[in-house]
């Protein structure tokens, strides 16, 4: 459905846009291109928080070995020092019998190489528990490690996404109360600009003051090159029924979102490969479409930050 819609965003951009087919078609290529990084780093973000549970797991299950081969190895010693015990007895008893008959010599000294070859096999089996136990130990220190190293990286994305939300809050202060909200969740920034901050009904052309807003917000971006950007526009779901040049809501909420794709794009500092621009229509609503105050919060344009996962990638792929 997606592709029908894009499909016909470009034949209508191409016979009536004000843009020419072939920025366009460049900023569609772009936007293709790079939605599949984003779902990718997407994909990443959970299968890497996947493998962390599966690390936690495997190290639990690590210790419970270790406790087992612990005790085991206890139990040995154990046997160990009774069978030890055992022999200094008859060896005690060897001494004592030695001027008996040679029969009873030789009856106690098969039971002292009968324990002597129990004790040994006791001493092999228990050198054998200290040295599963011994690697154990290694496997969990190096787990552990991979664990501590995870969550430093993720603790480090975490932050500096904080540090962005905050770098964005005091850009864009002046725009508080304008239907501006700034929000972390999920180890991302998203930030809501409402229609009336940034267009007028119908229209994808960015106002005066909208485009002080995306300015300012650019400025934040261009200095943390390693963030995915996606501009993400959205509608109420009141049909788009003037024509002309906008086929509909989806087709406007595209065209919205190029809008700001645009303005950023004007930024030498920003990378244009991290950009994405998204048309979502009516069909991801934020509030209720029955009142006048929740389709105003439902047109909006949405911009969600990621943070790169390329080191959490290299360190899970490197082990």
Not at 207 to 218: F, H, S, W, Y
Request: hydrophobic share 35%; charged share 30%.
């Amino acid at each position: 459905m997606l592709k029908r819609f894009i499909f016909l965003s470009v034949i209508t951009l191409t016979t009536s846009s004000c843009v020419s087919s072939k920025l366009y078609k460049e900023l569609e290529s772009k936007y293709s291109n790079l939605k599949s990084d984003y779902d990718e780093l997407s994909g990443n973000n959970d299968q890497e928080m996947l493998q962390k549970k599966e690390l936690e797991q495997q190290l639990v299950t690590l210790q419970a070995s270790y406790d087992e081969v612990q005790s085991e190895r206890d139990r040995l010693t154990q046997e160990v020092a009774a069978l030890q015990k055992k022999y200094d007895n008859l060896d005690a008893a060897y001494t004592a019998l030695e001027q008996n008959s040679s029969k009873s010599i030789e009856e106690n000294a098969q039971k002292n190489r009968e324990l002597l070859a129990q004790l040994e096999a006791k001493e092999q089996a228990l050198a054998a528990e200290n040295e599963r136990l011994m690697r154990l130990e290694a496997d969990m220190q190096e787990r552990a490690q991979r664990i501590a190293e995870l969550e430093a990286l993720i603790s480090a994305k975490d932050q500096a996404m904080t540090n962005l939300k905050n770098a964005i809050s005091n850009a864009l202060t002046a725009f508080e109360g304008k239907g501006l909200t700034i929000e972390q969740r999920d180890g991302k920034v998203y930030v809501s600009m409402e229609n009336k901050l940034l267009f007028k009904s119908g229209s994808w052309a960015v106002g005066i003051e909208g485009k002080k807003a995306i300015m300012q917000l650019g400025n934040v971006l261009g200095e943390n090159p390693e963030i995915a950007v996606l501009i993400e526009g959205h509608t109420d779901n009141v049909p788009f029924s003037s024509g002309g040049q906008v086929a509909n809501n989806w087709d406007l909420s595209t065209k919205r979102a190029t809008a700001i794709i645009a303005i950023l794009s004007e930024n030498k500092n920003i990378n244009l490969e991290n950009l994405t621009a998204a048309g979502r229509g009516e069909f991801a609503p934020i509030a209720t479409n029955k009142t006048k105050e929740g389709k105003a919060k439902n047109r909006r344009i949405e911009v969600v930050l990621t943070p790169k996962l390329d080191e959490i990638s290299k360190l899970l792929n490197n082990n």
